[in-house]
């Protein structure tokens, strides 16, 4: 019953692979984001979709590209993964916008070597 | 959007009371206060929200003064598991919201 649930949880890859993340609320929650934090422990938004339609796009390289299935799932795809890449993402999902809260996932520590 | 600024880390014994004052002089009208509380290896868990003057709820209280420039959170007799990192943030409700680094907040027994 868990609200907001990321696969893998831990993700460890080769330089220049290709690699997804999955996302999945069953809040019925209607926007679901991607957040990236780094080592020193800044969360930082990449995209957000309301209703499956991308109303976010934070400046991230085009190797991360989003899709958005239905308004329960969100995921994450990376392209030629670099070093600088490794991080925690995390999903997370609100309803009507973040006024209302976040709730996140527990995250995807990936490590690119 | 507006930003936030916050002690880097606190700590505190077992049973204290610990406040967390949270700096927002540029907040607008429409935007909320709300705060996170972070463990490690986990992602942020939403604590409290609150407009103006005090909101309580079964884990935290909320102080926001009358000109709404900065916030208080309290967390009554803290307990070692309280040990985390807590985010205070600013904004409407809108789909982005601006994170800084946070308070680490160290609990001792």
């Known amino acids: 019953d868990t609200a907001v649930s990321q696969t893998p949880k831990y993700l460890v890859t080769q330089m220049g692979n290709d690699k997804s993340i999955k996302c999945e609320q069953n809040?019925?929650?209607?926007?679901m984001y991607w957040y990236k934090q780094d080592s020193k422990k800044f969360l930082k938004i990449m995209f957000s979709?309301?209703?499956?339609?991308?109303?976010i796009n934070e400046t991230v390289p085009n190797r991360f590209s989003p899709k958005s299935p239905d308004k329960a799932h969100l995921n994450l795809h990376i392209n030629s993964l670099e070093l600088g890449d490794s991080a925690v993402y995390f999903c997370?999902?609100?309803?009507?916008?973040?006024?209302?809260?976040?709730?996140f996932g527990s995250g995807t520590r990936l490590t690119v070597v | 959007l507006a930003k936030t600024t916050q002690p880097i880390s606190m700590d505190s014994y077992e049973g204290q009371e610990v406040n967390i004052t949270c700096s927002h002089n540029?907040?607008?009208?429409?935007?909320?206060i709300t705060w996170y509380q972070q463990f490690p290896s986990q992602g942020p868990r939403f604590i409290i929200q609150?407009?103006?003057?005090?909101v309580t709820n079964e884990v935290a209280s909320l102080f926001i003064p009358a000109d709404r420039k900065s916030s208080t959170l309290s967390l009554p007799r803290v307990s070692l598991s309280d040990t985390a990192v807590y985010y205070c943030?600013?904004?409407?409700?809108?789909?982005?919201?601006?994170w800084g680094a946070g308070t680490k907040l160290i609990i001792k027994p």
């Open positions: 979709y309301n209703n499956k339609e991308l109303i």
């Open positions: 540029n907040i607008a009208t429409n935007d909320y």
């Open positions: 943030l600013v904004g409407d409700n809108s789909y982005q919201l601006i």
């Open positions: 997370a999902s609100s309803q009507g916008g973040t006024g209302y809260g976040y709730t």
């Open positions: 809040l019925g929650h209607d926007t």
């Open positions: 609150g407009y103006k003057t005090k």
